[in-house]
C-alpha cells in the first residue's frame, strides 16, 4: 500500500497561527452592521421554519431584509468612498 501525500507544504499554514492583523479587525468593524442586519434575517427567517407564516412574522422579515439592503449600501458607499480617497 502507497501512502499519499502532499509535495508541497501549505501556504497559509503560518498566517493561521497569529490572531488578526490591525486592517483585518478594521475590515470587520466596517462590515459589522451589515453582519448584524444579516444575522436578524436569518433569525427571522428560522423562526418561520415550522409554523405558517404570520403577519408579524412577514413584517419582520421586510424589515429585517431592508436593514440588510440599507447596510449593504451604505458599505458600498463607504468603501467606495475609501477607494477613491475621501473624495467622493
Given at each position: ?11 497559509t ?6 490572531e ?33 407564516v404570520s ?8 424589515r429585517?431584509r ?11 458607499n ?11
Amino acid at each position: 500500500m502507497k501512502h499519499i501525500a502532499a509535495l508541497q507544504t501549505l501556504v497559509t499554514a503560518a498566517s493561521l497561527d497569529g490572531e488578526p492583523s490591525a486592517a483585518e479587525l478594521d475590515a470587520i468593524e466596517l462590515e459589522m452592521p451589515l453582519i448584524r442586519a444579516e444575522v436578524e434575517l436569518l433569525d427571522a427567517q428560522i423562526t418561520t421554519l415550522d409554523r405558517p407564516v404570520s403577519e408579524m412574522d412577514a413584517r419582520r422579515i421586510r424589515r429585517a431584509r431592508r436593514r440588510v439592503m440599507a447596510a449593504r449600501r451604505d458599505l458600498t458607499n463607504r468603501t467606495i468612498t475609501v477607494l477613491a480617497g475621501g473624495a467622493a
